[in-house]
């Protein structure tokens, strides 16, 4: 069975220090794979979008690695800031079926 | 840039009550699905159709319909809403790259 795990379901750390989400996947044929954020009670925002062709995707502070093989990608986040309090959710794209699975997301909590 | 619009973003309503979520995207694009949130268990998804006449099942497809008559439109019916179905519900969309784009969200309460 297809699943999206993300671990740890919640991080509190204090702001300015750099951070790594984790997202694993089971089945490693994936078309690709994307990171969103969710405010409380809003909808989800697409940070990253990365091809399985590729290695990583990098916007601004944030910096998103894939490595099918081991069925892992990894969200970075450099200089934490409180803004960035929020859900952090993967989602994997299976292209052999079209479906999308979704981890259950990391509540991220950056101290001022 | 894509948009995409659900409405109602609101409704409470009750058992047994047909209501339709419509879905609506400004850009023509050919994927569009549905997704369901809940505490604990995640965005899994219901629906998702890749053209128009085309509509597939996703993960949590039981007491749900969708229609794809038209590519922008891509509304969800409940035909007989339960209590088990209140829920937080996003439509998303698969732009350029296929990156997808999502809705506000549409919170449904069913009594």
């Known amino acids: 069975k297809q699943e999206v795990t993300q671990i740890p379901a919640a991080l509190s750390v204090p702001e300015g220090e750099n951070l790594v989400l984790n997202c694993s996947f089971t089945d490693s044929a994936i078309y690709n794979l994307q990171w969103f954020r969710?405010?409380?009670?809003?909808?989800?925002?697409?940070?990253?979008?990365?091809?399985?062709?590729?290695?990583?995707?990098?916007s601004g502070r944030l910096n998103a690695s894939l490595d099918k093989s081991s069925g892992r990608s990894t969200l970075y986040i450099a200089a934490s800031?409180?803004?960035?309090?929020?859900t952090y959710l993967c989602a994997v794209e299976y292209g052999r079926d079209d479906k999308i699975i979704f981890g259950k997301g990391t509540r991220l909590h950056i101290l001022p | 840039e894509a948009q995409v619009t659900q409405n109602p973003r609101y409704l409470i309503t009750v058992t047994g009550k047909k209501l339709t979520v419509t879905c609506s995207q400004n850009m023509n694009h050919e994927y569009?699905?549905?997704?369901?949130?809940?505490?604990?268990?995640?965005?899994?998804?219901?629906?998702?159709?890749?053209?128009?006449?085309?509509?597939?099942?996703?993960?949590?497809?039981?007491?749900?319909?969708?229609?794809?008559?038209?590519?922008?439109?891509?509304?969800?019916?409940?035909e007989s809403p339960s209590p088990n179905q209140t829920s937080l519900y996003?439509?998303?969309?698969?732009?350029?790259?296929?990156?997808?784009?999502?809705?506000?969200?549409?919170?449904l309460t069913v009594l």
């Open chain 1, 38 to 58: 969710q405010d409380p009670g809003k909808g989800l925002t697409s940070l990253l979008l990365i091809q399985s062709s590729q290695r990583e995707q990098t």
């Open chain 2, 32 to 78: 569009m699905s549905w997704y369901r949130q809940d505490p604990g268990l995640g965005l899994r998804q219901i629906y998702y159709s890749m053209n128009v006449e085309v509509t597939d099942k996703g993960d949590v497809p039981e007491g749900y319909k969708v229609s794809r008559k038209e590519k922008r439109n891509f509304p969800l019916i409940l």
């Open chain 2, 90 to 107: 996003f439509c998303a969309i698969l732009g350029l790259g296929n990156e997808q784009f999502f809705g506000p969200g549409t919170r």
């Open chain 1, 81 to 86: 800031q409180p803004g960035d309090s929020a």
